[in-house]
């Protein structure tokens, strides 16, 4: 087995898609530290600027101090505190769910929720582009897994049609992560409606983002508890911290409280995590300046991006991806930026389709006009292989 491993890695490298560890040694806002480079990062999912905020890291350290580090057990057993429970209280409240339910991960919590909700004979539709996670939590349901075209409503109305007599429910990121877009919610939630089938939405990337008040896209797209009955989120991404969230009914958070194994057997994140998450959930609401500013910067970008003749996907979130086709031409792309101190991932298959790599560039409300416009000279100076999709 370890044979095996280990000529699936060396593919992985002669392929150009060995994946490398990088160690940032310090963080100041946008800007990070590594390897005696000061680079300014625009690969973070940091998207409200929240991860260094002073709130939050007063809120740890004052749990910490009364606290301790860790929680010590799972929920079920000691583990639970006073911090878990009021941010709970407060995910349920911004999102307009009956309750929350907290998990160490969002993989953790796409897991729970599918493993718990689908068993065997059952249907579970899903994006082509989803979260792996989501993907994951079916297969090891046991349930028939069937995957539709990127956001293609009527493809699938069109596997719901072979489903018989068999409970069904249809998955979908919020916001995708690989390539920004927002999933088709309205269409998608009359589409269950008609087919009785539960639908879900892991909304990692749209929370504190999208919707006036920051409750993410089913906020955005009017839809509530009763046409979205299954609400994942996570923690770590616009709200800087760390874990995630399931939010519904009574009835759905008192099921994953018995039954999701992802939930009963690990332990409970960090009190001081939860009280910092809490911090985050209440700037996230009140400085609306946040996602007015990171607003602009799309903006900002896609603007001058378009001026460049840049292939962007079509993308209003922080996600803004540069497709560029094979993934020797996104590495040079991203070293190339390196060397104009600027940190952009390189994105290539598996995590995308081959032909598909791209540079995933994420704003944040951290970034200045100056930022995005350093970011498009860059982008710009670009050698011919990289440029040439612009021509396209």
């Known amino acids: 087995m370890l044979h095996r491993l280990a000529t699936l890695t060396a593919e992985r490298e002669s392929g150009q898609l060995l994946r490398r560890l990088r160690t940032i040694d310090h963080a ?96 579970c539709l899903q994006d082509k582009l989803n979260h792996a996670c989501l993907l994951d939590g079916a297969q090891l349901s046991g349930a028939e897994l069937k995957r539709y075209p990127h956001a293609d409503v009527a493809a699938a109305a069109r596997q719901f049609s072979s489903r018989g007599g068999a409970a069904a429910l249809l998955a979908t990121d919020g916001v995708f992560s690989m390539d920004g877009d927002v999933a088709p919610l309205r269409e998608l939630a009359d589409l269950c409606a008609r087919e009785q089938a539960t639908l879900m939405v892991d909304d990692a990337h749209g929370l504190g983002v999208l919707g006036s008040d920051g409750a993410g896209s089913l906020s955005a797209a009017g839809l509530g508890q009763h046409e979205v009955p299954v609400l994942m989120a996570t923690l770590g991404k616009a709200l800087g911290c760390a874990g995630a969230f399931v939010a519904g009914s009574a009835s759905l958070i ?19 995590v939860a009280a910092a998450a809490l911090a985050a959930v209440q700037l996230a609401q009140s400085e609306t300046w946040r996602r007015e500013k990171l607003a602009a910067s799309i903006a900002r970008f896609r603007r001058g991006a378009a001026e460049l003749g840049l292939p962007l996907l079509p993308s209003s979130s922080a996600i803004q991806p540069l497709l560029l086709g094979d993934a020797d031409t996104a590495v040079a792309a991203s070293r190339h930026l390196e060397q104009h101190c600027l940190l952009v991932g390189a994105i ?39 440029a040439s999709p612009r021509r396209v």
């Open 28 to 123: 100041d806002g946008p800007w990070l530290e590594s390897g005696g480079r000061r680079l300014l990062s625009f690969c973070s999912n940091d998207y409200l600027g929240l991860a260094q905020h002073p709130q939050l890291i007063a809120a740890f350290k004052r749990t910490a101090d009364d606290e301790g580090v860790g929680s010590t057990s799972a929920h079920l057993i000691c583990g639970h505190r006073r911090e878990h429970a009021a941010l709970e209280e407060a995910l349920a409240a911004w999102t307009g769910r009956d309750r929350a339910l907290l998990f160490s991960t969002g993989y953790m919590a796409n897991l729970g929720v599918l493993q718990t909700l689908l068993a065997r004979g059952d249907l």
């Open 254 to 272: 008192d099921g994953l409280t018995q039954l999701a194994r992802p939930y009963i057997y690990t332990t409970a994140m960090p009190p001081a």
């Open 348 to 386: 290539r298959p598996p995590t995308v389709p081959a032909g598909k790599a791209r540079l995933r560039i994420t704003l944040s409300a951290a970034h200045d006009d100056a930022h995005v416009d350093q970011l498009l000279a860059a982008l710009e100076t670009l050698p011919a292989p990289a």
